[in-house]
């Protein structure tokens, strides 16, 4: 699927919950919250099957470089269907505590900060991009 499809897919996907969930704001329909998430849950379920073929493919081509990376991605994408299904039982039933809603969105953001923390690295410099070095060297011919 081209980068158009996926990006008109993803709009789509995002239009159809916004619409649901203002429906079900309004008081216009009365469905479970569970009903509401289905189409975020769908995309989700995309995402994690392209992670895993995309694994699988790299595992069977021997490029473990960036293997590591789809595993980030199948992890925080896994957290992320945690966090809608939390904020699903505690709109359906008030008595769940805030913390717990709170959980494994923190566990996103940590392995977020910890995805981000050991894969940005600065580009190395090369020896000749310097401009002091280049103005050193025509002043010393």
Known sequence: ???VQRALFTWFILLVFLVVLCLRLENRIY????????????????L???????IV????????ISLHHY????????LKILSQITICLKLEYKWIPM??????????LVMLIVFVGTHLKPKPRSIG??????QSAAVSS
């Open 31 to 46: 469905w479970n919250w569970f009903l509401v998430f289905i189409p975020l849950w769908l995309y989700d379920i995309i």
């Open 129 to 134: 991009s310097n401009r002091s070095n280049r």
């Open 1 to 3: 699927m081209g980068f």
């Open 99 to 108: 913390y717990a809603l709170m959980v494994p969105i923190w566990m996103l």
């Open 57 to 64: 493919q790299r595992q069977h081509a021997n490029r473990l």
């Open 48 to 54: 994690v099957t392209w992670a895993v073929i995309e």
């Open 71 to 78: 595993k980030y991605y199948v992890v925080g994408i896994l």
